[in-house]
């Protein structure tokens, strides 16, 4: 929603007018960073209620119910969700996959991760997170939506956590720790998945005592 992203110019380029280059274009007409950062916010939290009280267990997720998960959420904000994005992006110096590329690389994602990892449903602990971490990662190098991926990307662990019978994750640890996650990120692009693991392990762990404690 800010400089953050270099991107090229075309409707997922273009900035509301009158937001000082801060919100992108949007259905809503919000040009107040803080203002649409909170509608994200929100959209996020009701999509997530009624996508968590649906979910099939033994579901094999799909591209598609990735697109549509996207949509769901962010189809009253912006013109683009549920699309793949057409413009290249990057961030604090990792340049994601190019545009041009991402159809390709989501049915590789689709045939090579989630068709071998999901279902989740009579995983284990250790191939959860295997399975959670090893997605995640390759899920956020394609990074294949305008705005949202690392979001979308919690979902979708969260969802395999469902799968196999575990609680809501609590991503607490990745926002007090986003250097260490970024670098999780930069490991597993670079064929090391351990710090990704450790830190679903982590996060699976934590979640799990935060649940007992509401129990």
């Not at 549509?68 to 912006?78: Q, S």
């Not at 590329?101 to 590789?108: G, S, T, V, Y």
């Not at 996650?181 to 693991?197: F, L, R, S, T």
Request: proline residues 3%.
């Amino acid at each position: 929603m800010s400089d953050r992203y270099d991107i090229s110019s075309n409707i997922e380029g273009q900035y509301q007018p009158g937001s000082d280059n801060q919100v992108l274009l949007n259905k809503c007409g919000i040009t107040n960073l803080d203002e649409m950062e909170g509608l994200e916010f929100d959209e996020l939290l009701r999509f997530e209620q009624t996508l968590f009280d649906v979910l099939a267990v033994d579901t094999r997720l799909t591209i598609q119910d990735l697109s549509e998960w996207h949509c769901d959420w962010l189809g009253g904000v912006y013109e683009w969700a549920g699309e793949y994005r057409s413009v290249n992006i990057s961030r604090a110096g990792f340049v994601f996959a190019a545009a041009h590329l991402i159809p390709k690389l989501m049915a590789n994602f689709e045939r090579d991760y989630l068709s071998i990892y999901t279902p989740c449903r009579g995983m284990n602990r250790d191939a959860l997170i295997e399975a959670m971490a090893i997605c995640h990662i390759e899920f956020i190098v394609i990074h294949p939506f305008r705005e949202g991926n690392g979001r979308l990307g919690r979902v979708l662990s969260t969802v395999m956590a469902l799968q196999a019978d575990m609680p809501l994750l609590d991503f607490e640890i990745l926002e007090k720790g986003k250097n260490r996650y970024i670098q999780a990120i930069h490991a597993g692009h670079a064929g090391d998945p351990e710090p990704m693991k450790q830190l679903f392990s982590e996060i699976l762990e934590f979640s799990i005592r935060q649940a007992s404690q509401i129990d």
